[in-house]
Protein backbone atom coordinates (compact mmCIF):
# COMPACT_ATOMS: atom_id res chain seq x y z
CA UNK A 1 0.00 0.00 0.00
CA UNK A 2 1.67 3.28 -1.35
CA UNK A 3 1.84 5.88 1.77
CA UNK A 4 -0.66 8.47 -0.10
CA UNK A 5 -3.56 5.83 -0.05
CA UNK A 6 -3.24 5.34 3.92
CA UNK A 7 -2.69 9.04 4.87
CA UNK A 8 -4.73 11.13 2.12
CA UNK A 9 -3.90 14.82 1.23
CA UNK A 10 -1.28 14.47 3.74
CA UNK A 11 0.71 12.17 2.69
CA UNK A 12 1.77 14.91 -0.03
CA UNK A 13 3.29 16.82 2.70
CA UNK A 14 6.67 15.37 3.38
CA UNK A 15 7.04 17.73 6.21
CA UNK A 16 3.90 16.52 8.33
CA UNK A 17 3.92 12.95 6.94
CA UNK A 18 7.10 11.49 6.98
CA UNK A 19 11.21 12.39 7.43
CA UNK A 20 13.79 11.09 4.44
CA UNK A 21 17.74 10.75 5.56
CA UNK A 22 17.89 14.77 4.71
CA UNK A 23 18.31 17.22 7.29
CA UNK A 24 16.78 16.34 10.36
CA UNK A 25 13.65 18.56 10.49
CA UNK A 26 11.21 19.17 14.15
CA UNK A 27 8.06 20.23 12.84
CA UNK A 28 5.22 21.65 15.37
CA UNK A 29 2.75 19.12 16.12
CA UNK A 30 0.37 17.75 13.35
CA UNK A 31 -3.35 16.75 15.30
CA UNK A 32 -3.21 13.89 12.07
CA UNK A 33 -0.27 11.86 13.71
CA UNK A 34 -2.53 10.04 16.18
CA UNK A 35 -4.77 8.89 13.25
CA UNK A 36 -2.25 7.81 11.41
CA UNK A 37 -1.00 5.06 14.33
CA UNK A 38 -4.31 4.06 14.44
CA UNK A 39 -4.93 3.27 11.04
CA UNK A 40 -1.31 2.15 10.69
CA UNK A 41 -2.17 -0.15 14.38
CA UNK A 42 -5.00 -1.73 12.07
CA UNK A 43 -3.34 -2.70 9.46
CA UNK A 44 -0.68 -4.23 11.21
CA UNK A 45 -2.46 -6.17 13.80
CA UNK A 46 -4.10 -9.08 11.74
CA UNK A 47 0.31 -9.75 10.83
CA UNK A 48 1.10 -9.61 14.88
CA UNK A 49 -2.02 -11.53 15.98
CA UNK A 50 -2.04 -11.30 20.15
CA UNK A 51 0.51 -8.43 20.19
CA UNK A 52 -0.43 -4.70 21.44
CA UNK A 53 1.32 -2.16 19.48
CA UNK A 54 1.90 1.07 21.29
CA UNK A 55 2.27 4.29 19.70
CA UNK A 56 5.18 6.08 21.56
CA UNK A 57 7.97 9.28 20.49
CA UNK A 58 6.95 13.26 19.91
CA UNK A 59 3.91 11.75 17.54
CA UNK A 60 2.49 10.79 20.70
CA UNK A 61 2.47 13.39 22.95
CA UNK A 62 -0.16 16.04 21.97
CA UNK A 63 0.31 19.55 21.16
CA UNK A 64 5.02 18.11 20.63
CA UNK A 65 6.82 19.35 17.88
CA UNK A 66 9.13 16.24 16.33
CA UNK A 67 10.18 14.83 13.47
CA UNK A 68 6.73 13.49 11.00
CA UNK A 69 7.55 9.80 11.87
CA UNK A 70 4.95 7.61 14.06
CA UNK A 71 6.73 5.52 16.40
CA UNK A 72 5.35 2.26 17.49
CA UNK A 73 6.73 -0.46 19.90
CA UNK A 74 5.48 -3.69 20.48
CA UNK A 75 6.49 -6.83 22.89
CA UNK A 76 6.92 -9.77 21.11
CA UNK A 77 7.87 -13.39 22.50
CA UNK A 78 10.18 -13.97 19.23
CA UNK A 79 11.59 -10.63 17.63
CA UNK A 80 12.24 -12.58 13.89
CA UNK A 81 9.33 -14.75 14.08
CA UNK A 82 6.95 -11.85 12.58
CA UNK A 83 9.24 -10.30 9.93
CA UNK A 84 9.02 -12.23 7.30
CA UNK A 85 5.12 -10.62 7.10
CA UNK A 86 5.85 -7.27 8.34
CA UNK A 87 8.21 -6.88 5.60
CA UNK A 88 6.10 -9.28 2.69
CA UNK A 89 2.74 -8.11 3.74
CA UNK A 90 2.76 -4.57 5.06
CA UNK A 91 5.48 -3.32 3.14
CA UNK A 92 8.34 -2.51 5.74
CA UNK A 93 11.72 -2.80 5.92
CA UNK A 94 14.53 -4.01 8.04
CA UNK A 95 17.45 -2.49 7.19
CA UNK A 96 21.10 -4.30 7.89
CA UNK A 97 22.19 -0.42 9.00
CA UNK A 98 19.72 0.42 11.55
CA UNK A 99 19.87 -3.05 13.17
CA UNK A 100 23.29 -4.21 13.32
CA UNK A 101 24.30 -3.50 16.70
CA UNK A 102 20.39 -4.12 18.33
CA UNK A 103 20.25 -6.51 21.19
CA UNK A 104 16.44 -7.59 22.38
CA UNK A 105 15.24 -5.37 19.86
CA UNK A 106 14.40 -4.92 16.05
CA UNK A 107 14.03 -1.15 14.32
CA UNK A 108 11.81 -1.40 11.03
CA UNK A 109 10.40 1.24 8.86
CA UNK A 110 7.90 2.10 6.14
CA UNK A 111 7.74 2.74 3.32
CA UNK A 112 11.48 2.74 2.99
CA UNK A 113 14.27 3.51 4.71
CA UNK A 114 15.42 6.80 3.24
CA UNK A 115 12.04 8.04 3.66
CA UNK A 116 10.19 6.96 6.40
CA UNK A 117 6.75 7.77 7.58
CA UNK A 118 6.08 4.57 10.41
CA UNK A 119 8.85 3.25 12.76
CA UNK A 120 7.85 -0.05 14.07
CA UNK A 121 10.31 -1.02 17.15
CA UNK A 122 9.71 -4.87 18.29
CA UNK A 123 11.26 -5.73 21.22
CA UNK A 124 11.43 -8.62 23.76
CA UNK A 125 12.16 -7.78 26.80
CA UNK A 126 8.96 -5.48 28.63
CA UNK A 127 11.22 -3.34 29.97
CA UNK A 128 12.85 -1.85 26.64
CA UNK A 129 8.69 -1.06 26.03
CA UNK A 130 8.01 -0.06 29.75
CA UNK A 131 10.84 3.06 29.70
CA UNK A 132 9.19 3.82 26.30
CA UNK A 133 6.10 3.93 27.49
CA UNK A 134 6.72 5.92 30.77
CA UNK A 135 9.00 8.53 29.18
CA UNK A 136 5.67 9.04 27.06
CA UNK A 137 3.43 9.22 29.81
CA UNK A 138 5.98 11.52 31.58
CA UNK A 139 6.13 14.15 28.40
CA UNK A 140 2.32 13.64 28.30
CA UNK A 141 1.89 14.90 31.84
CA UNK A 142 4.25 17.40 32.31
CA UNK A 143 4.35 20.45 30.07
CA UNK A 144 7.05 21.76 31.35
CA UNK A 145 9.08 18.64 30.93
CA UNK A 146 7.53 18.67 27.41
CA UNK A 147 8.68 21.79 26.74
CA UNK A 148 11.95 21.49 27.81
CA UNK A 149 12.64 18.52 25.83
CA UNK A 150 11.57 20.63 22.59
CA UNK A 151 13.30 23.29 22.80
CA UNK A 152 16.51 20.31 23.52
CA UNK A 153 15.16 18.53 20.75
CA UNK A 154 15.10 21.78 18.03
CA UNK A 155 18.74 22.61 19.92
CA UNK A 156 20.28 19.14 18.58
CA UNK A 157 18.75 18.95 15.35
CA UNK A 158 20.33 22.04 14.84
CA UNK A 159 23.32 21.01 15.95
CA UNK A 160 23.45 17.02 14.36
CA UNK A 161 21.72 18.57 11.15
CA UNK A 162 23.02 15.85 9.30
CA UNK A 163 23.84 13.22 11.65
CA UNK A 164 20.79 11.28 13.01
CA UNK A 165 22.88 8.95 15.10
CA UNK A 166 24.42 12.10 17.30
CA UNK A 167 21.65 13.72 17.78
CA UNK A 168 19.83 10.31 18.80
CA UNK A 169 22.67 10.00 21.23
CA UNK A 170 22.37 13.47 22.44
CA UNK A 171 19.08 12.88 23.65
CA UNK A 172 19.89 10.08 25.65
CA UNK A 173 20.77 11.80 28.92
CA UNK A 174 17.69 13.82 29.24
CA UNK A 175 15.52 10.39 28.61
CA UNK A 176 17.05 8.51 30.79
CA UNK A 177 17.09 11.50 33.61
CA UNK A 178 13.23 11.59 33.08
CA UNK A 179 12.77 7.60 33.02
CA UNK A 180 14.81 7.62 36.09
CA UNK A 181 12.46 9.82 37.74
CA UNK A 182 9.08 8.44 36.32
CA UNK A 183 10.64 4.92 37.91
CA UNK A 184 11.15 5.73 41.39
CA UNK A 185 8.25 7.91 41.43
CA UNK A 186 6.26 4.33 40.71
CA UNK A 187 4.36 6.14 37.88
CA UNK A 188 2.53 3.36 35.87
CA UNK A 189 3.63 2.46 31.95
CA UNK A 190 0.44 2.12 30.70
Sequence with gaps: MRPEDRCGAAAHEPARTGAGDGPIEIVEYDPSWPTSYDAERERLAPLLPGVRIHHIGSTAVPGLAGKAVIDMIALVD???ANIA????RAGYQLPTRFNVNLVHRRFLCYPT???RTHHLHLV???E???RCLRFRDSLRGNRKLAADYVALKRALAARFREDREGYTKAKSKFINDVDSRAGV???PAS
Design 78 to 80: DLD
Design 85 to 88: ALVQ
Design 113 to 115: ATF
Design 124 to 126: DQR
Design 128 to 130: DMD
Design 185 to 187: SGQ
